[in-house]
């Protein structure tokens, strides 16, 4: 029992429910093992006793919780139950970020109303001090955040894209962010679309061969520079003769890398189009910012402080030692020592170069957001936050304090997978995130928010809990830690808030009771994926659209889902039988598969969506958008490829080298890769788009002559 309760005392499961009805007991090395990552011994009897005193200690002497949350709700503020508990008369004084101290007057009790003052708190993160009446004195974060995160003005429509997958005839082998100006600007205005949803943007981990996943990043603060187009960068046009020689050079040779991936079946190369990018950009970094540029620059190292220059510290001792920084020597290891201290001054120089890739990156970042909003977008590019970072990144490296050592983040076994997951992710200490005010946290939302006109959460129940995995052991033997979801919300919506963006949560999978509505309560929407929809609590058939949640996106698919064309002809199914994944017997699958789409397709058929009939591949994907536009939903989001026809994944979970996971260009019915030209030619997507025909913005959709098929 006494294991049991220091569990609870610091969040930590000790049984879980991997399906209704079943109760499995986390075993007790878990429970020790995960214990001693937030810095609690348990491994013997006494050490838990000794344990458990220390806690009693702790809770009897402290006024105030690390972090504490007051909602300014239209009905007036909801004080946290950690300040309607204090001692009467306790005397209260609030420092705000803004400068000014304010002492509002102590609440009277549980249940009664905020007394005068609280409603005067203005929204962020401020310093409250209490001192109670038996000298007993504390200090606390107050994040003050309003009721809700901004919601979207109206139902709207809009592409889901992984920015890679879209190439242009002016990128490098991959797609690049003026490809995503590119985009919003022609889907805004011409297809009436008011947003553009892409992969995570975050800076990856380099290597040969880096790791291609998005969801794997070096930095989830920062962007990378991969995703730059070099011939917008500026001193571009600044270059002398040589150096515009070999910029030439370099963009003929980007050119072969594209040819190839469009015309001769390559797949994308992330790793050449960095080594063709980075030498361009050690090219222009010689070249002599202009007086405003040189200040807009030092503006931005100012504003992002000592994040930024880790980051970049990070970058420059890469290129030395290695990508892996437990592996440097000793005290590299550490960011705040005198031997990182000593080596990023003599690195100077290449800090400087990695600092000025991520202002160079930020900058065409907010040029595609202008580009959205001037074509009419509503909401604009959402941006993707990847539920963790890589263990040898520069993330992970600058902030050790903050992350539960020798521990992963994955997912428990459940119906679908019985052995769990390990995403190989280290998780956040919620403890540690309390004791900051979650500055990390918070650093990290207003780095990705900046230039977002919304913001997709990645398994957005790990605002709540998550599955940790101890090294070396199976995800069958990991258990749920949970955090301060009050506190991960407030700071999400009073982020958002600041950037005026919408948030937009994957709840998709195992999500336990309550979570969906809090996040709705908080203004954060859901995501809603067609094939899932069944009425799970009755018959288990297709769920009506009008049984649907408004706030959601809705859509056909996911990146790590087959395309609408794989689903309805059963083209997945094949995939993952030839490569070995199926669990069961080929005809089992099949016929499960095939009635699976049977049952859909009688219900677009049934609601005279289908009137190309059931036979006819390229209407029943038209039938699936149809049927998400009847939903309440207030966005839809199109699947880029689904408008074309194409049959192949971006991502098929399960694999590594048996799939080209995360490398494959968009491509049409016949699988032959498509420019973001041609699509805006193709009579095909054009034909996709009547659908939306009222939906949201209007605008043009009529296809140019000699548009392609």
Not at 87 to 113: D, I, K, M
Not at 138 to 155: D, F, S, W, Y
Not at 467 to 496: H, I, K, S
Request: aromatic residues 6%; hydrophobic residues 45%.
């Amino acid at each position: 029992m006494g294991l049991a309760r220091l569990a609870a005392l610091h969040g930590v499961a000790t049984t879980f429910s991997p399906s209704p009805g079943v109760t499995e007991v986390v075993p007790d090395d878990t429970v020790v093992a995960v214990l001693g990552a937030l810095g609690v011994d348990a491994s013997t009897p006494g050490a838990v006793r000794a344990a458990l005193e220390a806690a009693d200690r702790v809770r009897a002497d402290r006024l105030l919780p690390p972090t504490a949350v007051l909602w300014q709700e239209p009905a007036g503020p909801r004080l946290p139950a950690a300040l309607t508990a204090l001692p009467a008369g306790t005397e209260l004084r609030v420092t705000t970020e803004q400068g000014p101290e304010l002492s509002p007057a102590a609440p009277l009790g549980p249940g009664a109303p905020a007394p005068a003052g609280w409603a005067a708190l203005p929204h962020g993160v401020h310093r409250l001090r209490a001192e109670a009446p038996d000298g007993r004195a504390g200090e606390t974060t107050l994040i003050v955040a309003p009721g809700e995160a901004p919601r979207p003005g109206g139902r709207s429509h809009g592409f889901l894209v992984q920015l890679y997958s879209l190439l242009s005839g002016r990128s490098w082998g991959m797609g690049d962010l003026g490809d995503l100006a590119e985009l919003a600007t022609w889907s805004g205005r011409a297809l009436g679309a008011s947003f553009v949803q892409v992969n995570p943007l975050h800076a990856a981990v380099p290597g040969a061969p880096s790791d291609p996943s998005p969801y794997r990043p070096s930095s989830r603060r920062f962007p990378d520079p991969v995703h730059l187009r070099i011939e917008d960068v500026p001193e571009y046009g600044g270059a002398d003769p040589a150096q515009r020689a070999r910029l030439e050079e370099l963009r003929e040779e980007a050119a072969g890398l594209r040819g190839a991936v469009l015309r001769k079946g390559a797949l994308i190369d992330r790793d050449a189009v960095w080594a063709l990018k980075r030498e361009a950009l050690e090219i222009l970094h010689t070249v002599p910012l202009g007086p405003g540029r040189h200040a807009a620059y030092c503006d931005f190292l100012a504003e992002q402080g000592r994040a930024l220059e880790d980051h970049a510290t990070w970058c420059a001792l890469a290129e030395v030692h290695g990508p892996s920084w437990r592996d440097w020597p000793a005290g590299l290891r550490d960011p705040a020592s005198p031997e990182t201290a000593h080596a990023r001054s003599e690195l100077m120089a290449r800090v400087d170069f990695h600092s000025r890739l991520v202002w160079l990156t930020d900058t065409q970042l907010a040029a595609a957001g202008r580009a959205a909003r001037e074509a009419g977008m509503a909401v604009g590019v959402v941006h993707d936050l990847a539920v963790g970072v890589h263990p040898d990144g520069a993330d992970a490296w600058a902030q050790q304090d903050v992350f539960a050592a020798g521990m992963s983040v994955g997912a428990p076994p459940d119906a679908f997978n019985a052995r769990g997951q390990d995403w190989g992710l280290p998780p956040w200490r919620p403890d540690a995130l309390a004791e900051s005010g979650f500055a990390p946290y918070r650093g990290l939302l207003r780095g990705v928010l900046r230039n977002a006109g919304a913001l997709r959460i990645d398994h957005v129940m790990g605002l709540f809990r998550l599955w940790w995995v101890p090294a070396g052991a199976p995800p069958t033997e990991g258990t749920y830690v949970r955090y301060d979801a009050e506190a991960m919300l407030a700071v999400l919506v009073l982020e958002a808030h600041r950037a005026g963006a919408v948030v937009i949560g994957e709840d998709l999978g195992t999500v336990e009771p309550g979570v969906r509505e809090a996040l709705a309560a908080r203004g954060v929407l859901g995501t809603s994926v067609l094939w899932f929809e069944r009425d799970w609590d009755g018959d288990g058939l297709p769920l009506p659209p009008e049984r649907w949640r408004e706030g959601c996106v809705a859509t056909a698919t996911t990146h790590d889902l087959p395309s609408t064309a794989a689903r309805l002809t059963g083209g997945h199914v094949d995939l993952r039988h030839r490569l070995g994944l199926l669990t069961r017997p080929l005809e089992e699958e099949r016929a499960e598969d095939t009635a699976d789409v049977q049952a859909w397709l009688a219900v677009l058929e049934g609601a005279g969506l289908l009137p190309e009939g059931a036979d006819d591949e390229e209407g029943g994907i038209r039938a699936v958008y149809r049927f998400l536009l009847r939903t309440p939903a207030r966005m839809v989001g199109v699947w880029l490829p689904d408008a074309v026809g194409d049959l192949r994944p971006q991502n098929l979970p399960g694999t590594w080298d048996q799939y080209p996971n995360w490398r494959l260009p968009v491509a049409d019915a016949e699988g032959r890769p498509v420019t973001l030209e041609e699509l805006a030619a193709s009579p095909r997507l054009h034909r996709f788009f009547d659908v939306f025909g009222g939906f949201g913005v209007g605008g043009s959709r009529t296809a140019p002559p000699g548009a392609r098929p």
